[in-house]
């Protein structure tokens, strides 16, 4: 099993900078990947980025030059920098959690990210 604890969200001003962060404990694996999922209110829960175990980060267009996502192995903490907010981006944000063979997926309990016009 393996635990997802994400924490920094909150209310933050269209144009402001916010990160979000999210620790991971258990049975990691070496070859995991973190990801960063939004579920907008009356939406499906989206991909917004992912960071494979060798750091290589991929995003979805709508946030690829505002967002950075990031992982610290040492602390098995995949982070994501979100700048340039706009209220569109306000949903909760979940963390996910990737093992491969056989493909498992784990989830955070979501931390809210709210922008304010």
């Known amino acids: 099993q393996v635990q997802l604890v994400e924490s920094g969200g909150g209310l933050v001003p269209a144009g402001g900078s916010l990160t979000i962060s999210c620790e991971a404990s258990?049975?990691?694996?070496?070859?995991?990947?973190m990801a960063w999922y939004r579920q907008a209110p009356g939406r499906h829960r989206a991909l917004v980025a992912t960071?494979?175990?060798?750091?290589?980060?991929n995003y979805e267009p709508s946030v690829k030059d505002r967002f950075t996502i990031s992982r610290d192995n040492a602390r098995n903490t995949v982070y994501l920098h979100m700048k340039n907010v706009e209220p569109d981006d306000t949903a909760v944000y979940y963390c996910?959690?990737?093992?491969?063979?056989?493909?498992?997926?784990?989830w955070g309990q979501g931390t809210p990210v709210t922008v304010s016009p």
């Open positions: 996910n959690y990737r093992r491969y063979s056989p493909i498992t997926d784990y």
């Open positions: 258990g049975s990691l694996s070496s070859t995991g990947r």
């Open positions: 960071i494979d175990h060798a750091s290589r980060p």
